[in-house]
């Protein structure tokens, strides 16, 4: 029978394919009340037509399992002539003329034998469709159909139960609660074991999307402007699903600076340095001007003199005239701390280079012993005009041709007036003429090299005051050499002496 059916079905097939390639093609479908079907249950399957031209006649052609379902029904139109064969399981139907009869066309009615076998069987119906033409009436191809009934052993223990799990709906497929199904009865069954009718289908959720999505206005932030991660959308029913959320500026990603002008020691420089994410943002800044670096010439020592102020060491910048006592101009000085003011003249004693006289004054002049050109000269008073003074003031003279001369020195210049103190040297004149040194410049005593000799003369003793300290020419003279140049002399004349000592003093 199975195999009968489905040699059946596959003509079909090509009947229907062969269909379809004619025009739209003209078809029959059907559909019956009920397809689960107990013994004794009726069931009506209605058939109908379309995309068929006007016919002239048609004849339905009825496969139909006669021991599991007694057959009534007719056509629901009518025509000329409207027959059901039920023994041959024909029916035919024929027109005047060419009629439109798409639609509901006929009406099977089936009810299921009371020996029925608990199976699925197939209801199958092939038209014949004939149309008026030049020869008369000419076949076109329509589809038939067919229709599946299945008659449930009611005794069915449901030993053969499949359970079906839950499904959610999502936003665009409806799911079910779960549910089970009799593979032999086909029964249904809610979770809690109940018969059900139908599968229990959910309602749709629209809040729960399939995960198809797309992304919406996307906006990439950029240096100075804020982004957006994008809005989500779903692809299947097309509502938002989340918004998207802002993306801060990222700020400039800037490089190093590059020096685009360099500074100099009058004129500032300029740097620029360049945005990563964007070449066009540049940021420029002004370099301050360069560190002055000194150009120093060296200036050497120079001693002072008496009237040229010296200096001492030092570098001096020729750009900013800035003074420093070292080489690596780290150490800044004043230009006038450099200065060695011209030292003092170091005078020699006076000289007279002019005698006073009576009446007529005399001049004396002392020069630097640093410069003999540096001299400086005065006056000396006149001397009163008395014959005394006159002769005080002679030139010493030999009084005694056969006595020896001798000089003895004085006027010495002593520096240190500590030597003042010293003893009087013993003097014993015995010798002729002596010469002894005068004038003699001494600085340092020390260096003093020719003392004044001690003379033996067979005459007594005298003691004679020397080193006579003069700090001021004029007054030792006027003074000290007044005093005791008589008592010198007086000595001499009183121990009867042969001797003359004769003293010059010169200026
Ligand atoms: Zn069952
Ligand atoms: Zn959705
Ligand atoms: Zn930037
Ligand atoms: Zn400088
Ligand atoms: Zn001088």
Known sequence: MKKIMVVFLSIMMIVSLAAASFADGAALSCSATNDQLNRGDSVTVTVSLSGAPDVKSMQLTFDIPTDVFTVDG????????ADFNKSKNLAVIAFESPTNINGSIFTLDLTVKDDAAYEDF??????????????????????????????????CRHNNKTSVAAKDSTCIDQGWDAY????????????????????????????????????????DATCTENGNSGDTYCKDCGALISAGSKIKALGHDFG?????????????????RTCSRNWQHVETRTVPKADHVHDLNHIAANKATCDQ?????????????????DAQGSNEINANDVIIAPADHHWGEWVVTREAKAGEKGEETRTCIYDSNHKETREIPSLPETENTDAQTEEPSTVAPELPEITVPENEIIENPDTQAEEPSTVALELPEITVPENEIIENPDTQTEEPSTV????????????EIIENPETANDENTAIWLPVVIIALLDAAAVAIIVIRIKK
């Open 122 to 155: 197939d209801v199958a119906i092939t038209p014949t469709v004939k149309v008026s033409s030049e020869e008369g009436e000419t076949e076109v191809p329509c589809a038939g159909t067919s229709v599946t009934l299945t008659v449930i052993d009611p005794s």
């Open 256 to 272: 190093a600076w590059i020096t685009t002008t360099a500074p100099t020691e009058t004129t500032e420089g300029e740097q620029t």
């Open 74 to 81: 007719g056509w629901s139109i009518s025509g000329t002539i």
């Open 309 to 325: 102020p010296g200096n001492t060491e030092y570098w001096v910048c020729s750009t900013c005239n800035r003074h420093f006592s």
């Open 456 to 467: 033996a003369l067979e005459l007594p003793e005298i003691t004679v005051p020397e080193n």
């Open 180 to 219: 089970a199904v009799c593979g032999s009865c086909g029964q249904l069954f809610s979770a809690d074991g109940k018969e059900i009718s139908e599968i229990p289908y959910r309602e749709l959720n629209p809040d729960n999307h399939t995960g198809n999505t797309e992304i919406r206005n996307q906006k």
